[in-house]
């Protein structure tokens, strides 16, 4: 990694990039960074973005895993509802859904009657859990369809194998079936998480306060117009560095044999 | 339930064409989103074929800023690239104006949504078109130099016709991203189908009716694109022989 950038045309693009960084710094305005008013809400947008991230990837995969499973062999009673459901999340807009969500659906609650003394409301009044649930389903759609392809994908022979000694169907797909099929998707896994991270500013359009919304009032405040958006854009990079690196890390520890 | 079928029933009118109703500000906005899509994929693909043999043929450093590029647009948000290049494409126009001698001007949301959208678009049409080139089997290309064709007919006559039928999945994914993401573009306050929608729906307080109004043009636009986009692939691949069998 090192070694890559110590080409002499590498050295200087970097002293090049360095530069521009200084100026950056240098005439920006950069003011704001210094109120701890802002530094905790910076903080707790930058959390509340890695646990939506976190959050959604864990319940979408959950949610993705029958769906995966009923397109590749369910009966087409399963079938037809998990392609309708993938297709209906993959096909319109991840902000719309969430609109859909939150002021649609989110408006027709209170008519049902009851609904505020009930043990419920503050769930169903809170962006947050709209923007859980919008992203986990988002996940769910579009990983479905990445199972599908991954069930399909496991050997038969292996299948088949189990099968013959013996094994009860839960067993065979617990310990053959899933295991190899989430090792197919483990590279493209990756890949989704840095797209999933990327949906999650979607959510301030919900009033949640993740990062994006805390740069966005803090340009609101300040009236400062790039350097909140390049602070975002740095932080954004940095997770996807980390998800990157995670992820080749946890590949590198799950043994491949390659032909 | 009952109140679904109550909010439902009363505010599907709000729907029709003529002034009281929304149908044609919505209709509107939809065309605003498809002309934004096609040009801004437009521009991605041309960014793409650029890109791309940039990245396979270019000069060391070409290649090094073009990975920047790629690396960066595909890290962060499409939002956040959005806001930044909304913000720096109308300054920048307008200090070129200013320093002309005119007068700062608004900036067409339609050429700008095309700009944004196609920079973004341009970084993920890289990536494809530079796999989709390297599918071409290396003996074609071989065959077409050992022949003395010149880089711009080898790339037109061989390259480009071998590496369509490698490249529609991928482009035809990208399409869809394309429309999907035009409605980023309702942030920074344009007209397009999610922001009318979000202007009906907030005048008339029908928020689920057209939410789902929209959320269906949006599913018709995708089902379309991909029919059309799976003749354009049986076309790409004509006279290829068929996997087993």
């Not at chain 1, 169903?124 to 769910?140: H, I, K, T």
């Not at chain 1, 000694?165 to 998707?185: D, E």
């Not at chain 1, 998480?193 to 301030?204: D, F, I, N, S």
């Not at chain 2, 991909?226 to 069998?245: H, N």
Request: aromatic content about 10%.
């Amino acid at each position: 990694m090192l070694k890559e950038l110590m080409i002499p045309r590498r050295l200087v693009m970097l002293a090049i990039a360095a530069f521009l960084i200084g100026l950056c710094i240098a005439y920006g305005r950069w003011d704001w960074l210094a109120v701890p008013k802002y530094q905790k809400m910076m903080l707790t947008g930058i959390w509340n973005t890695v646990t939506l991230l976190v959050l959604t990837m864990i319940i979408g995969m959950a949610l993705a895993i029958p769906l995966g499973l009923a397109q590749a062999v369910g009966p087409w009673y399963l079938a037809r509802p998990a392609q309708a459901f993938c297709g209906l999340i993959r096909g319109t807009p991840l902000l719309l859904q969430l609109f859909l969500l939150y002021y649609g659906i989110g408006s027709l609650f209170p008519g049902i009657p009851g609904i505020r003394d009930s043990i419920f409301w503050p769930i169903l009044r809170d962006a947050w859990y709209f923007g859980v649930f919008g992203l986990s389903l988002s996940v769910a759609g579009y990983e479905g369809e990445v199972m599908r392809g991954a069930f399909k994908g496991v050997p038969h022979g292996q299948l088949e194998a189990a099968t013959a000694m013996g094994m009860p169907p839960v067993t065979l797909f617990r310990r053959i079936w899933l295991p190899q099929a989430l090792h197919r998707v483990l590279p493209t896994l990756g890949g989704e998480t840095v797209l999933q991270m990327k949906c999650t500013p979607l959510v301030a359009m919900i009033t949640v306060m993740d990062i994006y919304a805390v740069s966005s009032r803090v340009r609101a405040e300040t009236l400062i117009v790039y350097e909140p958006l390049l602070m975002l854009a740095v932080v954004y990079l940095a997770i996807t560095g980390v998800i990157v690196t995670l992820f080749r890390w946890f590949e590198r520890r799950v043994p491949t044999r390659t032909a | 339930m009952f109140a679904l079928e109550a909010l439902g029933a009363s505010t599907l009118d709000l729907l029709a064409f003529s002034p009281p109703g929304w149908g044609a500000t919505l209709l509107r906005g939809l065309w605003n989103s498809v002309q934004i899509a096609t040009g801004a994929y437009a521009l991605g693909a041309l960014i793409g074929i650029a890109g791309a043999y940039g990245k396979l043929y270019g000069s060391p450093v070409t290649k090094d800023l073009l990975a920047v590029y790629t690396t960066v647009v595909r890290a962060v948000p499409e939002l956040v690239l959005i806001l930044i290049l909304y913000f720096a494409v109308a300054d920048a126009v307008n200090q070129v104006i200013l320093a002309l001698g005119g007068s700062r001007i608004e900036i067409n949301g339609v050429a700008a949504g095309i700009a944004v959208l196609g920079v973004v678009q341009g970084a993920y049409a890289t990536e494809v078109l530079r796999g989709a080139i390297l599918a071409v089997p290396a003996g074609q290309i071989e065959a077409a130099r050992a022949m003395g064709m010149s880089p711009i007919l080898l790339a037109r006559r061989i390259t480009m016709p071998l590496m369509l039928s490698f490249a529609i999945p991928g482009l035809a994914n990208l399409w869809l991203v394309a429309t999907k993401d035009t409605a980023l573009l309702a942030v920074v306050g344009f007209a397009e189908l999610t922001q009318a929608t979000r202007q009906a729906a907030s005048t008339t307080k029908a928020f689920f009716t057209f939410y789902a109004a929209a959320g269906v043009l949006y599913l018709i636009l995708s089902i379309a694109s991909t029919i059309l986009f799976s003749r354009i692939e049986k076309w790409a691949r004509r006279g290829q022989r068929r996997m087993g069998g």
